[in-house]
């Protein structure tokens, strides 16, 4: 089945650890998104990539940092620098970024702090 | 800049009652509005979507009718179940801009 797949589900980090929360897609989309979600805050958007080698900040990107070496993957790194690490993470991915593009989500990443 | 802006939740319905939750939206162009719905656990789905003016988007008994002389999307049902219990998000995406913009939404309770 197609579909987006984020792993691990849940994901603890010690302070001043780097962790990366995988992100693959088989759907052949060329947009992959990354987005925090917060209680009471809705989706904000960290990251997203139009094309391979290619990715852009979002409205949260201080803390984090992405690659795209490959179109089916867009792993998220959340540094020692982001200090409130705590939320629920989600990858998403869309065939284009038109006005129209729907959305597809995996079922996210649950990261605490220990 | 556009915004999206849902009504607070928890909303709390008994099975069968009528569901409406509000959204309106700040665009300075023509955006395309969706709903889009996260059940426990999960990822966001898209539940339905309208592209243009007076569109109405419908999927499983929900309906949203894209009303821009009042810049709103409301999301309604004739008569909730309890699998309907999720939490809701409106959002709008606008023709001069890569991103998809969310509401904070909405968590949905009903109750058997």
């Known amino acids: 089945d197609g579909g987006i797949t984020q792993s691990p589900k849940y994901l603890f980090r010690k302070e001043g650890q780097n962790v990366t929360l995988s992100c693959e897609q088989n759907?052949?989309?060329?947009?992959m998104y990354w987005y925090r979600q917060d209680p009471g805050q809705g989706l904000r958007l960290i990251y997203y990539?139009?094309?391979?080698?290619d990715f852009q900040k979002g409205d949260i990107a201080e803390g984090y940092s992405v690659s795209r070496e490959k179109k089916e993957s867009f792993p998220l790194t959340v540094t020692s620098a982001q200090k409130n690490p705590t939320a629920f993470y989600l990858c998403?991915?869309?065939w284009g970024t038109g006005v129209n593009e729907k959305l597809f989500f995996g079922s996210g990443t649950q990261l605490s702090v220990l | 800049g556009n915004s999206v802006t849902q009504m607070e939740g928890p909303v709390t319905l008994s099975e069968e009652a009528f569901l409406t939750i509000n959204c309106t939206y700040t665009?300075?162009?023509?955006?395309?509005l969706f709903w889009y719905v996260q059940y426990p656990g999960e990822g966001l789905q898209l539940l339905l979507k309208?592209?243009?003016?007076?569109d109405k988007g419908s999927n499983k008994g929900f309906e949203a009718t894209y009303r821009k002389e009042t810049t709103s999307f409301h999301l309604e049902k004739g008569s909730v179940q309890v699998s309907d219990s999720a939490v809701y998000f409106c959002?709008?995406?606008?023709?001069?801009?890569?991103?998809?913009?969310f509401g904070k939404g909405t968590r949905l309770h009903i109750l058997p």
């Open positions: 959002a709008l995406s606008e023709r001069r801009d890569d991103k998809i913009i």
């Open positions: 990539s139009q094309i391979v080698n």
């Open positions: 759907l052949n989309h060329d947009a």
């Open positions: 309208a592209t243009k003016a007076d």
């Open positions: 998403a991915s869309s």
């Open positions: 665009a300075t162009g023509y955006p395309s």
